[in-house]
């Protein structure tokens, strides 16, 4: 069975049968069927469904209570035809009235609940459709090609079921044309449409004597939807899989229809008709068709303002979009005074990657409604604002006129409202904003050039915060475009050399490892500190191919001083090359094509790395983890300087801390305090106190810690006396190029290493 049709159940399997049978039978057996039929789907609902149905979309049930009432009552006509009687017709339409009327009221009830309409559109829509299929109707049925009753409140119930059922077209027509249907609604809407047919079919066996076998062929059609929109409502209050939506793309269809109907039944009354009335045949298909003219004019109309509309909106948030903020820039005078910001969320990847898409979108719709807030605020005296979202987790504000104090200040209280927590989904979420201002006139270009540059100033000096552009920040771009250019010279002809700094061991006096670092060394220019360029490097992209250069370099360069010395490896690890799922199969090919074992290769990462990667907690484990399933082990460098170290040892597999000299605060535990620096004195206690509990939880953790970058006798004294044992650093040696490394560890004392046990 198709999966479409998986989960409509038993009412679409056991209605379709009698269904295609009924203009088959015998008159007085297809009545005999359809009222079983009728009956087995009533008892399907009431004993299956009907307990769930409270949960449905309101006002369906009363939908189906009023289709059943029709088909019960249609059942009663068709047996009385069936022996021959010829009803009452006043007796007859009210079943269908009062049925229909409960229909209608059921249907309102579920328009209002979807919200089928969407304002002066959904109307026009529905005056469309029902002024093109009505006015046809009308013209077929007021060519006598129909007969009319001529009891007087037989035509009384007559008017009463047009209108019903003019009522109900534009009702469930609203409902396709103005929502996105469910397919429980899309099968309602479908019982209904064939229940509002089934009215004008039996006009035939009523007053012109024909075969009811058709007209209950359409009613029990209407049953049997109704009965398997019930189904689905069941299944899916009762939370089991149900088949995908059915899509209802209604719109084109029913348009043409509604367009070429009226002239089409225009045209086959005046073939068929021996006169035209000059009401019936004439004035109302003219006046019909003339409605609907004018009602494709402003449909037309108004399409075109929504099609405008849309395309200066951002469609998740309502501000306005890219296109719209340039249009605003256009639009100002050369010697006006615009002030342009830029925002851009810090921490939105953590939330859509931890939550889910849904997630951060709804956070997006609250982070734009606190936007346009804020700037709302402080618009108005002769100041124009717009708010934009450009794309992503990225805003932007554009005020005219305005001046760099009143936008620093507009700048500084965005960042405010932004970092309130966010309630959704039962939990608050947090994300900060990081804001870069251009408050000067210029050209388009330049005005986003220059707030980007602010932007990536903000987020460069610590995120959450305000930069206004300078000229030094435009200098400050200018060389790191220069830098990054010469960098990606320097990578394809290979301008890099590597240095080596040991770490020692204070208490022994040896060498225990030896940290490679990069170093540039242009053609005819000074050596250049990875300091001064790696950070340029891992935004150009770059850090990868380094990284896989620096690797088996360094593999090779220090297999001879493993062998002599005894002494690890430890090379760093970007952010980039950490992500990327080539780097466990680098370090592979660098220990077997170096031979130095697994084992002696210590891959360092820095704590803003981890904090970088902290929205992915699992991924980052799991590379830590693929890293160390190599035998090699994994460091974390610069420890205390970022925000989520203590939280990440817990679920890291790391081997070492390298502890960076901002957590004891370069402290020096020789200076004793004095009442003439008390702050000072403070400030040594908590140095001591933070570095000693690293210190502890090293040892609980059973890592090695080790401080970085000693300087003097003094810091060498205050960490031994904290219990810190490992220390690299200036005092005890510079970074070395390789061939001086020899000769430094030649001069440390020898490293006493283990016996091996030999068997014969």
């Known amino acids: 069975m198709p999966r479409t049709l998986g989960g409509l159940g038993p009412p679409l399997l056991g209605g379709l049968p009698p269904l295609c049978a009924l203009p088959l039978l015998p008159t007085a057996a297809a009545v005999a069927v359809y009222t079983v039929t009728v009956v087995w789907l009533i008892a399907t609902v009431v004993s299956d469904q009907a307990p769930r149905l409270r949960y449905a979309t309101p006002g369906a049930p009363m939908v189906l209570v009023g289709i059943g009432l029709t088909l019960v009552s249609d059942g009663f006509v068709a047996s009385l035809l069936a022996d021959g009687e010829r009803p009452d017709p006043l007796l007859v339409m009210a079943g269908q009235v009062v049925g229909l009327l409960v229909v209608n009221a059921g249907l309102i009830r579920v328009v209002r609940r979807t919200h089928g309409g969407t304002g002066r559109g959904g109307l026009i829509d529905a005056t469309v459709v029902v002024f093109g299929i009505g006015t046809s109707i009308a013209t077929i049925a007021g060519s006598r090609v129909v007969d009319y009753p001529t009891e007087g409140w037989a035509q009384a119930a007559a008017a009463l079921l047009a209108v019903a059922s003019l009522l109900g077209w534009g009702l469930i027509l609203r409902l396709l044309l103005a929502s996105e249907s469910r397919t429980e609604t899309g099968l309602l809407v479908g019982a209904v ?8 079919v039996w006009w035939g066996p009523l007053f012109g004597g024909t075969d009811p076998r058709w007209a209950l062929a359409v009613v029990l059609g209407a049953g049997t939807m109704a009965a398997a929109a019930s189904r689905w409502w069941a299944l899916h209050t009762a939370g089991q899989p149900t088949p995908a939506a059915v899509g209802w793309n209604t719109r084109m269809p029913l348009f043409l229809l509604a367009v070429v109907a009226p002239p089409t039944a225009l045209t086959v009354t005046a073939l068929r008709a021996e006169e035209l009335g000059r009401w019936s045949g004439v004035v109302l298909p003219v006046a019909g068709m003339a409605v609907l003219s004018i009602a494709l004019l402003l449909r037309v109309h108004q399409q075109a303002r929504d099609s405008e509309r849309r395309a200066l909106r951002d469609t998740l948030t309502g501000l306005a979009n890219r296109a719209a903020l ?18 851009d969320l810090d921490g939105f990847k953590a939330v859509n990657d ?22 709302a605020a402080v618009t108005g005296a002769g100041v124009e604002a717009v708010a934009a979202r450009l794309g992503g987790d990225e805003f932007a504000v554009l005020l005219h006129p305005a001046d760099t104090e009143t936008t620093a200040e507009l700048g500084r209280r965005l960042v405010d409202a932004v970092a309130a927590p966010y309630p959704i989904d039962g939990r608050e979420l947090c994300v900060t904003v990081s ?25 460069q000096n610590g995120k959450n915060q305000v930069a206004v552009f300078s000229a030094a920040l435009r200098a400050a771009h200018a060389e790191r475009a220069t830098l990054a250019a010469g960098l990606h010279q320097a990578v394809a002809r290979n301008e890099f050399v590597l240095h080596y700094q040991p770490v020692v061991d204070v208490v022994t006096g040896r060498a225990e490892m030896i940290e490679a670092l990069i170093r540039w060394a242009p053609p005819g220019g000074d050596l250049v500190l990875s300091r001064d360029f790696f950070a340029v490097a891992e935004a150009a992209g770059l850090s990868v191919p380094i990284g896989a250069w620096v690797l088996p370099t360094a ?11 005894g ?41 803003s790395t981890m904090s970088g990667m902290s929205g992915r907690t699992a991924t980052l484990a799991a590379r830590v983890a693929e890293l160390r399933a190599c035998g090699v082990r994994v460091a974390v460098d610069d420890f205390g300087t970022g925000q989520s170290s203590l939280a990440l040892l817990r679920q890291l597999p790391v081997d070492a801390l390298k502890l960076d000299p901002a957590l004891g605060g370069a402290a020096d535990l020789s200076a ?34 080790i401080a970085e970058r000693v300087e003097s006798a003094d810091r060498v004294e205050w960490l031994r006396a904290l219990g810190c044992r490992y220390m690299q650093g200036n005092y005890f040696s510079p970074p070395l190029p390789a061939e001086r490394v020899d000769e430094y560890l030649a001069t440390r004392p020898a490293r006493v290493m283990p016996e091996v046990t030999r068997t014969s």
Not at 354 to 368: I, K, M, S, T, Y
Not at 591 to 605: F, K, T, V, Y
């Open 193 to 200: 449409g064939l229940l509002l047919l089934s009215g004008l």
């Open 555 to 565: 593999c090779a360069e220090a297999r001879r001083w493993h062998e002599r010395y």
């Open 354 to 375: 931890g939550f889910g898409h849904p997630a951060g979108d709804a956070l997006l719709r609250q982070v734009a409604a606190r936007v346009s807030g804020t700037v």
């Open 326 to 343: 340039t249009d605003a820039l256009d639009a100002l005078a050369p010697s006006g005074r615009p002030a342009l910001l830029l925002l």
């Open 567 to 607: 002494v690890s490896l430890a090379v760093n690890v970007s952010e980039r090359q950490l992500r990327d799922p080539a780097l466990p199969a680098l370090v592979a090919d660098a220990l077997a094509e170096s031979g130095l074992p697994a084992e002696a290769l210590i891959l360092e990462m820095t704590e």
């Open 435 to 459: 804001v870069g201002i251009r408050a000067e006139a210029g050209e388009i270009a330049v005005l986003l050039r220059d707030a980007d540059l602010a932007l990536y100033a903000a987020k």
């Open 672 to 705: 004793a305090p004095d009442a003439a620096a008390p702050d000072a004195a403070a400030a040594t206690l908590v140095d001591a106190a933070l570095t000693r509990a690293v210190l502890q939880i090293c040892s609980t953790l059973n890592l090695r810690a």
